[in-house]
């Protein structure tokens, strides 16, 4: 199997289970079972509505919350447990995230050259040629060396600012980018220009893009693979051209129903009634006998009932 081919990071079983109160707890699954794969050089959508779990899918590889149970591995490693410093200090080398918000990324205190001296020193200390890598990192997102790095971050909008989280990936050659509504914060002229580099950079450097967003129309503009999330479950997976074209369960095809068209009017006698969904759902797995998965086509799986969340409180 070519290296392409290969997965650079598998999670299986991920379950993550957040817990409030004191005496009396409550708990919320926010991901539940949830078994994916990210390949070099190809971009795989996470879509689902806000509160769906994207977000703690996200956290989760980049190892910012652990896991209730599951297992994440990179490169063939299981890096589910890691403790020691360093280790993580290196799997924190190799993926990197952009987020909704580029301001909070940022010391508002730092100019943006004094950030990437931080950068170097922490995970690249030996390199020599320090000055000229950033150029070139900045200049592949088509950003101004001599206008950006004796700037503050308040003084740069919020495209520049992804940009420069995208260089900072560049300058560690990083091996997957987690990219979480990356764009939401942008305006129309701005987006598409973030997107298409993104797409680039995954191509051009083998970079695998686990892009998060609530956006379908996006999903379809960017992706290879799609991921569909409902409650924390992964419903629908696989090829997007055949998770959009082929939309097999219900909530999959709620989703689809509910983009507008651009050459219709919308119809105002529509109504979105989340009962009547949640009824679907559970209909559908009713009269599903199979557990689990099933391969609907080629690349191409549907989460037939759901896979129970052992009791892990």
């Excluded at 509160?51 to 996200?58: C, D, F, M, P």
């Excluded at 900072?168 to 050659?173: I, V």
């Excluded at 009713?286 to 689990?292: A, F």
Aim: hydrophobic share 35%; with cysteine; proline share 4%.
């Amino acid at each position: 199997m070519s290296e392409e081919n290969k997965a650079i990071l598998k999670a299986e079983g991920l379950t993550k289970i957040f817990s409030s109160g004191i005496i009396n707890k409550e708990y919320t699954v926010a991901v539940n079972n949830a078994s994916f794969e990210l390949y070099p050089g190809k971009v795989t959508s996470l879509v689902g509505e806000s509160g769906s779990g994207k977000t703690t899918v996200g956290r989760l590889i980049l190892k910012l919350i652990e896991p209730t149970a599951g297992k994440i591995f990179f490169k063939g490693q299981d890096i589910t447990d890691i403790e020691d410093r360093d280790t993580k200090k290196e799997y924190y080398r190799q993926i990197q995230g952009v987020f909704q918000d580029p301001f909070s990324s940022f010391n508002p205190l730092f100019k943006i050259n004094r950030i990437f001296d931080i950068l170097f020193r922490e995970f690249e200390p030996e390199t020599k040629n320090r000055e000229e890598l950033i150029s070139q990192s900045l200049e592949e997102v088509n950003l101004n060396p001599d206008r950006i790095l004796d700037k503050y971050p308040h003084q740069l909008s919020g495209g520049q600012l992804q940009r420069l989280l995208i260089a900072r990936a560049l300058l560690l050659d990083v091996d997957i980018l987690v990219a979480d509504e990356i764009i939401s914060m942008l305006d129309a002229s701005t987006k598409m220009g973030v997107l298409n580099l993104l797409v680039d950079i995954c191509r051009d450097k083998g970079m695998a893009v686990l892009f998060i967003t609530h956006d379908l129309n996006l999903g379809y503009y960017l992706s290879d693979d799609t991921l569909i999330l409902h409650e924390g479950n992964l419903v629908e997976r696989g090829a997007t051209t055949k998770v959009y074209e082929n939309p097999y369960h219900p909530y999959t095809q709620m989703l689809f129903d509910s983009v507008p068209d651009i050459e219709e009017k919308w119809d105002r006698s529509k109504e979105f009634i989340p009962e009547q969904i949640i009824e679907a759902v559970e209909e559908f797995y009713q009269n599903n006998d199979e557990e689990g998965y099933k391969e609907v086509e080629e690349n191409h799986f549907v989460l037939m009932s759901i896979l129970e969340t052992e009791n892990y409180k």
